[in-house]
């Protein structure tokens, strides 16, 4: 199961990585024109239109002239008709009474619609019969659902899975009765998307046994290809989309209104044998309904048991969550006063700064005065001694006062502008402060929202 789920996500991961050309819709017309040269239309019953191969043997069936090869769509027919890149990836095959096989035409292409039987020792596939409504998921209960019977299975040895001429290897049809009753159904069709997937065998279990290739599909959108495999490990198909439009065959060469479908159980002439037969199936049905019921039962409880553990993990991760969150709150509130702390006692210093600066000017101020008067003073008492020198003294003092008074205002306007400087450094310290604290505060609003 885990190796189907990891090829699901590579598929899906291959389509988004390596996208193909714009999807173009295709109408049935297209695969009118490419079919006419092959075969021929005809109106069948409750079926509708559909469409007959003719020049094969009376020995062919679908999905016998080809071979197999698993890619990210899982198993895949790779035909070597020219029919078939359209007949065995759209629509479905019936056998009819007296007609033979026909070809019903369907909308969703898909790796190849067989049925998948096996055992340990032989591997079995046949066409999946046309219903009323096109349907695009089967399991192993398609046998029993379809009333598919052993005439429509081909079945080969395990080893020869892989050959590239399969009609050399396939049992004789009149072993079928006995393949069929000694193997199950291992079908395994599902769709995602507008992918189809076709599982059947376990590739990885017959890996060591058979050599079967596995390659990277690529598909085309536009018309033109059907079947080409270039270099690398790629395998290009044409697969467009088909438009659901009233479409009919312009030439219809046959309308049957009455037929028989042929169910595959003409070969058990015996009716007990059929009724046993029919009735292991509907058994295995069961029991495949049973298991598919107990794993989903399972799968229930797997996903309950997985929701509760995650979320007790939440609750976990929230208690954490709030435990770290009061750490971190009981952080920031002794980093905020340790810096309310020092922001303090930087204002103390700065104050205690400022005082002495004060102190250091009045003192400065006190001795300019008294170095003033004592100069007065002496110069009060050498007046009369020097009453010619007076002018030229007096001129001197001028210029010596003018020059310290220069050098006073020079000194008073680099003070007053380390006052401006200091003073705009607190303030922008202070805007800064009270940035951070609010920012601070929006991260906590923003964090108690989460």
């Excluded at 988004?16 to 109106?43: I, N, T």
């Excluded at 052993?150 to 009609?167: A, D, H, I, T």
């Excluded at 204002?347 to 007065?376: G, I, L, N």
Aim: aromatic content about 12%; hydrophobic content about 25%.
């Amino acid at each position: 199961m885990n190796h189907r789920l990891l090829l699901l996500v590579f598929a899906l991961a291959m389509a988004l990585v390596c996208p193909s050309k714009a999807k173009a819709d295709v109408s049935f017309s297209y695969f009118y024109e490419q079919l006419e040269p092959y075969g021929e239309w005809m109106e069948v019953g409750e079926l509708g239109y559909c469409w007959r191969p003719t020049g094969v043997d009376p020995d062919w069936s679908p999905y016998l002239d080809g071979y197999w090869v698993y890619t990210d769509a899982g198993w895949t027919w790779v035909s070597y008709e020219e029919f078939g890149g359209i007949t065995y990836h759209y629509g479905r095959w019936t056998l009819i009474e007296n007609l033979g096989w026909v070809w019903k035409p369907g909308y969703v292409w898909g790796p190849a619609w067989v049925s998948w039987r096996a055992n340990r020792d032989v591997v079995g596939w046949a066409p999946l019969p046309a219903e009323p409504e096109e349907r695009l998921s089967y399991d192993s209960s398609v046998d029993y659902e379809l009333g598919i019977g052993p005439e429509y299975y081909r079945f080969c040895p395990v080893e020869e899975l892989g050959s590239r001429n399969l009609r050399t290897v396939l049992y004789p049809r009149r072993q079928n009765v006995y393949w069929y009753d000694n193997t199950d159904n291992i079908t395994e069709i599902g769709a995602w998307g507008d992918s189809v997937y076709n599982y059947g065998p376990d590739y990885k279990a017959l890996t060591p046994r058979v050599r079967i290739e596995w390659l990277r599909l690529e598909r085309r959108y536009e018309p033109g290809i059907l079947h080409y495999r270039p270099a690398g490990g790629t395998l290009i198909i044409f697969a467009p989309r088909i438009r659901r439009d009233h479409w009919r065959p312009r030439h219809v060469k046959h309308r049957w209104a009455n037929v028989r479908i042929d169910r595959g159980w003409g070969s058990v002439r015996d009716r007990e044998e059929r009724r046993r037969m029919e009735n292991r199936i509907i058994e295995k049905a069961r029991r495949d309904a049973e298991k598919k019921a107990r794993k989903k039962h399972e799968d229930r409880d797997k996903a309950r048991w997985e929701r509760e553990r995650r979320e007790r993990e939440e609750q976990e991760r929230k208690e954490r969550a709030r435990r770290e969150q009061q750490q971190r709150w009981e952080r920031e509130r002794r980093e905020q006063e340790q810096r309310r702390e020092r922001e303090r006692r930087e204002e103390r210093e700065k104050w205690e700064r400022e005082r002495r600066e004060r102190e250091e000017r009045d003192r400065r101020e006190r001795a300019r005065r008294e170095q003033e008067q004592r100069r007065e003073r002496e110069r009060r008492e050498h007046r009369s001694e020097r009453r010619d020198d007076r002018r030229d003294d007096r001129r001197d003092e001028r210029k010596k006062d003018e020059r310290r008074k220069g050098e006073r205002k020079k000194d008073r306007g680099d003070r007053k502008e380390r006052r401006d400087d200091r003073r705009e450094n607190r303030e922008e310290k202070r805007k800064d402060h009270r940035e951070k604290r609010k920012d601070d505060r929006r991260k906590e609003e923003r964090k108690r929202d989460r």
